[in-house]
């Protein structure tokens, strides 16, 4: 009998391809994107805590307000 992790953390990932730098993301989540000279977001490979609500709500905004649909959230799982 297997049992499933729990979802403790997201990470926010950005495909560098589809990205066009509008910079929504770092207005919608500046908490988690920086902006580099070109426009383009500087997101950290780091997990967050799905915990802090806060910060997960803006995640989620900056990907439903990428206009390129350049962003995605990635759950990390507690093994």
């Known amino acids: 009998m297997g049992v499933k992790g729990r979802v403790v ?16 993301c770092h207005e919608l989540a500046p908490e988690l994107v920086e902006m ?5 977001p ?3 490979s780091e997990p967050v805590a799905s915990i802090d609500a806060a910060v997960l709500k803006s995640a989620r905004l900056a990907v439903r307000g ?3 649909q350049a962003l995605r959230l990635e759950r990390v799982k507690e093994s």
């Open 42 to 44: 500087i997101i950290s």
């Open 9 to 24: 953390a997201f990470v926010l990932r950005v495909d560098p391809i589809a990205c066009d730098g509008f910079g929504h």
């Open 66 to 68: 990428c206009p390129r």
């Open 36 to 40: 580099d000279e070109w426009g383009y």
